[in-house]
């Protein structure tokens, strides 16, 4: 009875830590339709966590798999081998954890089929106006923060081009400066909770 406890509660522990491997970067997609954007980078902090919250998951679900493969000794259980098993105790449940938890885990890697595209055509009159500023922002921690980012900063009109990343820690706009302004992209960046910290560079 102790074993089926403990597969049970490894399991849980397993899929829960796949969810908090991920947790990072889910908020930027639910900001998106709940219409939030300042909470998008709430759970930013556990970004550092993910590698261990990853193995932790792998070793719980790794863990359960093995109780249930693993012969079972009725050599002093006075119960009947063929009972019902109860629900966790089954091979679709614990089916079932470990997709959810890969699923989960890969989060961050499929996040940006949940933004829509809103790229504008932007009609360019003259090359003169046509600016590219570099931005650092601190916050994003996966590829989610990025596509948040640049779905954001695209609602702006004149945008022609964004690229974010996470990885560099800044966000670069090419866009015409007589239909949008570098402190307005600032603050459609600053929206999604995550921040410019630096003074933005004209690199036209």
Not at 31 to 50: K, Q, Y
Not at 95 to 119: E, M, Q, R
Not at 165 to 192: G, L, M, R
Request: glycine content about 4%.
């Amino acid at each position: 009875m102790k074993t089926k406890k403990t597969s049970k509660k490894v399991a849980y522990t397993g899929l829960f830590a796949a969810i908090a491997a991920s947790s990072c970067c889910i908020p930027p997609v639910i900001a998106l339709f709940a219409g939030v954007g300042g909470s998008a980078s709430v759970l930013s902090f556990m970004e550092p966590f993910r590698p261990y919250l990853i193995a932790l998951a792998i070793i719980a679900i790794g863990y359960a798999w093995y109780n249930y493969f693993k012969p079972k000794n009725t050599d002093d259980c006075n119960c009947e081998i063929d009972k019902k098993h109860k629900w966790f105790q089954t091979k679709g449940f614990l089916i079932g954890i470990t997709l959810f938890a890969v699923v989960s885990i890969t989060f961050p890697y499929y996040s940006s089929i949940f933004y829509p595209d809103n790229k504008k055509e932007v009609v360019i009159v003259s090359e003169s106006n046509i600016h590219t500023v570099n931005f650092d922002v601190k916050g994003m921690t996966c590829t989610s923060c990025e596509v948040h980012v640049k779905h954001v900063v695209s609602e702006l009109e004149g945008i022609i081009n964004i690229e974010a990343s996470y990885d560099k820690a800044n966000a670069e706009v090419k866009f015409d400066n007589t239909k949008t302004s570098k402190e307005q992209i600032e603050k459609a960046i600053n929206s999604t909770g995550y921040k410019v910290i630096n003074k933005v560079k004209d690199e036209s």
